[in-house]
């Protein structure tokens, strides 16, 4: 592992773009390679044996091909339902992960009444569990599988069609209970699938503008900025190009149309290659 090989980043899909998009700010030195694996998408609305025999594939392909020198799980899925997994089969190697902000969450409610979106698996989890045992009492987290919004948000990147992704807004953050900042009312909502923060504007729309929304990509890139810093893997000379390169075991259109609505500079124009794994 050198200094000088890229960061791996992975999701299902398009979500990790969201937080790609916080890595490439934090660690603007850095080369980075982001495979999506659409034709095996979504994860999150199927078994634990499949996301982490998936996750190990795309991870074990990313070290033979590009020799990454850390991994970046930019989906709450696949960490919740393979992190453990991933980290003990390989342990010389920096994997940061990625799960639902319920602690950051805990520090701005005033109502103390907390929505959680993300997927059946993630919540089903015994990590995702565990937190939020650990962390219910002082506040109470209303808990919301939202089946169907991260493939409709995949499908949307292409068409451009916002209809079937706002029903599945409406009906899901509806479900939640009464939103706002009122007693009584959830003040603060988890994005707790990375797909979710790509359309964080029409889901704050729909709870209510006084409802803080959280999305972890930000604190996701501080992290692995300062794994890299402990580890002095942080590259020490400019990154040549391509910046990013991108790989995704479907037909990727998704990922090309995410990564150019979303991403700026160089890594915009970053082409896609197959990703047979
Ligand atoms: N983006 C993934 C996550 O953060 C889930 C998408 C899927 O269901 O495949 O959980």
């Known amino acids: ?24 700010a934090a660690l603007p030195g850095e080369r980075f390679v982001y ?6 998408a979504p994860y999150g609305e199927q078994g ?9 594939a795309v991870l074990a392909s990313l070290r033979r091909r590009y020799g990454i020198k850390a991994f970046v799980i930019a989906c709450n899925t696949a960490t919740a339902a393979a992190g453990r997994t991933l980290r003990e089969r390989h342990p010389d190697l920096p994997i940061i992960g990625i799960e639902p902000a319920l602690k950051p969450a805990t520090l701005v409610t005033r109502t103390k009444r907390v929505g959680v979106m993300a997927t059946r698996v ?19 987290f209303i808990l919301r599988a ?22 599945l807004i409406n009906q899901h953050v509806g ?6 900042d009122a007693p009584g009312q959830i003040d603060t909502l988890v994005l707790g699938c990375t797909h979710y923060p790509l359309v964080a504007a ?30 002095g893997l942080l590259a020490a000379a400019p990154p040549s190009e391509p910046v990013l390169e991108l790989l995704d075991s479907g037909d990727g259109q998704s990922l090309g149309a995410a990564v150019a609505k979303w991403l700026e500079g160089p890594a915009r124009s970053a082409v896609l290659q197959p990703f047979s794994v």
Not at 4 to 15: E, K, L, N, Q, T
Request: hydrophobic letters at 40%; a negative charge.
């Open 1 to 24: 592992m050198t200094s000088s090989a890229p960061i791996g980043v992975f999701d299902s899909g398009i979500g990790g773009v969201s937080v790609l998009r916080a890595l490439l």
């Open 35 to 40: 495979a999506g694996d659409s034709a095996h």
């Open 48 to 56: 634990d044996a499949h996301v982490i025999a998936r996750s190990e």
């Open 122 to 140: 993630t919540l089903a989890s015994q990590k995702f569990r565990d937190l939020h045992e650990r962390l219910s009492g002082p506040v109470e």
């Open 146 to 167: 939202c089946d169907g919004l991260a493939s409709a948000i995949e499908r949307e990147a292409l068409t451009e069609q916002q209809a079937q992704t706002d029903a």
């Open 175 to 180: 479900a939640l209970g009464p939103l706002g």
């Open 202 to 231: 029409r889901i704050q729309r729909q709870a209510s503008l006084k409802v803080n929304l959280i999305d972890p990509g930000e604190a996701v890139a501080r992290h692995t900025r300062d794994i890299l810093t402990a580890k």
